[in-house]
């Protein structure tokens, strides 16, 4: 198994789409509640597999464009069918997956193994009949949106009109209509004119889930802007801009780099947004742009090691966040194949971990605590043991229920709440 | 009497033992050169002159495949993407370096 590289929960929660480094996109689908056993709840169990991206090699460039999927968001159903995109560095592709589950038997021009029949012998004419087969997971590709990006995207976003979304690279935003795969238009562009004048770069961005015409995209200087589409073609111009201010006499080194936003999530109800950066996950008001209304610490004992993850590249590790269906909790990854839990109501949080040896099947998981300083209680872990090859990057959390997918590098967890 | 107790932030005491290790470090260290290399990422050398002019004898006899040295790379042996080196980009200097 590959390395999963991004997870995603579709509208009802069903189905759960995983794409990995090698260009695969894997989706579960939720087991339908079986009636015998009433206190089963639906299991996931794969439904479809399908080669998204190929790895390419730009001649003109010398440029290996890898064929990791970056992202995947679902569309919101329609009809029978499901589609979802899925981007890698430089090209965005629009799935079908759609289920055949009848096959039609009694054609005319050729027999039931496919061999042509030879016309001359044909001396009557049947009508096919359609019969029950083996359910098929198709998969196919509707839309390649390609050649738009001149750097890596970042983000793909469905617009609430179902009709157009975006995507973001390290420097420019694109407005594309999911029926147009040749052309787009730009709507970020800040690029400076001379390279060297560069000094942030667009890390995430994502459409408002309601209003169709107003999205937000992070930068790697800890700052979120909010444009709005009706004000102008080319949104440069940000409607608002949200950034904390900092504390000028605890600048440091690392201060640019540990503000640095790797997620950005509106929360469903549409009234606040997420970020997360390196040591920290912020909930901020979008009417209120000097700070951020909630500030959760996620790993703050990572403060006194930043000398070691930067030498080691940690310091740049993307982790994203997530909202739960209401809104009232928020769940972000860690190390050691941890992942934090917090209850914005009850100012709770918890840490768990995603591992096999530390969980069997249907057993509850123990909360972990990482020991900071001084005496090492039993059952703790200290931070120099923690394994920072172990990342949790990628979370998701169902729609509707609490249930949560966990990636933990190469293998997928899927944790639901306890039944009484 | 006051006592003044000087306490480092955790932050900076990590900054002093990054400057301690690498004395050539940059001020800033977003900056134009970081960032492009965040951009750049992907960067392999490959001619394709070589490769072509490869390819195009290959049709007439059978050229020797990948031999043991799969980093040795040269006219008549056919490279391919995945047969190149890895090569960090020569135009970008480390974070580390000055």
Redesign the interface.
């Known amino acids: 198994a590959d390395i999963i590289s991004t997870v995603e929960f579709n509208y009802s929660g069903d189905l759960l789409a995983t794409g990995d480094k090698g260009g695969r996109v894997v989706i579960f689908q939720r087991e339908q509640e079986n009636k015998g056993r009433p206190h089963s709840r639906g299991e996931y169990n794969v439904y479809s597999t399908f080669q998204s991206h190929e790895?390419e090699?730009d001649?003109l460039?010398?440029?290996?464009?890898?064929e990791k999927i970056n992202k995947i968001r679902w569309l919101p159903q329609q009809n029978a069918a499901h589609f979802l995109l899925s981007t890698n560095?430089k090209t965005i592709k629009l799935w079908k997956i759609s289920e055949r589950d009848k096959r039609a038997e009694g054609y005319n021009l050729k027999d039931e193994d496919g061999r042509l029949r030879d016309p001359f012998r044909i001396t009557a004419l049947r009508v096919p009949i359609l019969k029950p087969m083996d359910l098929m997971v198709e998969a196919s590709p509707r839309r390649i949106f390609a050649n738009a990006h001149t750097?890596?995207i970042n983000s793909i976003s469905v617009n609430s009109d179902h009709e157009t979304y975006l995507s973001a690279d390290?420097?420019r935003i694109n407005l594309w209509h999911l029926e147009i795969t040749d052309r787009s238009f730009n709507i970020v562009d800040i690029k400076p004119a001379n390279?060297?004048?560069?000094?942030?770069?667009i890390t995430a961005a994502e459409f408002h889930p309601h209003h169709c015409n107003t999205f937000v995209y992070s930068s790697?200087?800890g700052t979120i802007r909010l444009c709005d589409m009706r004000s102008s073609a080319l949104c440069d111009r940000h409607s608002k801009f949200f950034e904390e201010p900092e504390d000028p006499s605890?600048r440091?080194?690392?201060?640019?780099?540990i503000s640095?936003i790797s997620d950005v999530k509106f929360s469903h109800s549409g009234r606040y947004m997420m970020t997360r950066d390196y040591l920290s996950v912020k909930v901020w008001d979008l009417n209120m742009e000097n700070r951020p209304v909630e500030t959760y610490q996620v790993h703050e004992y990572l403060?006194?090691?930043?000398?070691s993850l930067?030498?080691n590249d940690c310091i740049f590790d993307k982790f994203e966040c997530c909202w739960n269906g209401s809104d009232s909790a928020i769940m972000t990854g860690s190390y050691n194949n941890f992942f934090r839990m917090f209850d914005r109501n009850t100012r709770r949080d918890v840490t768990l971990e995603a591992s096999r040896e530390s969980s069997k099947p249907r057993a509850i998981l123990k909360p972990r605590k990482v020991c900071t300083g001084g005496k090492r209680k039993k059952d703790e872990i200290s931070v120099d043991s923690l394994d920072f090859n172990k990342k949790i990057l990628h979370t998701a959390w169902h729609p509707l229920e609490n249930i949560i997918a966990v990636a933990a590098t190469n293998n997928l967890y899927i944790f639901q709440d306890k039944i009484n | 009497d006051t006592q003044e107790k000087e306490t480092i932030?955790?932050?900076?005491?990590?900054?002093a033992?990054?400057?301690a290790?690498y004395p050539n470090?940059g001020?800033k260290?977003?900056?134009?050169d970081f960032?492009?290399k965040?951009?750049q990422?992907?960067?392999?050398?490959?001619d394709?002159g070589d490769y072509n002019m490869a390819k195009a004898k290959m049709k007439n006899k059978q050229l020797p495949s990948v031999g043991p040295d799969k980093n040795l790379v040269t006219g008549d042996h056919i490279p391919t993407?995945q047969d190149l080196p890895q090569r960090k980009s020569s135009l970008v200097t480390s974070k580390?370096a000055g």
């Open positions: 790895p090699f001649y460039k010398s440029l290996e464009i890898e560095d750097y890596h390290d420097l390279m060297e004048e560069l000094t942030e770069v790697s200087k605890s440091s080194f690392f201060s640019e780099i640095s403060r006194s090691k930043l000398c930067y030498e | 932030s955790p932050e900076r005491a990590e900054e033992k990054l400057k290790k470090l001020q260290p977003g900056g134009s960032l492009m965040r951009l990422k992907g960067q392999k050398y490959f394709s993407p580390l």
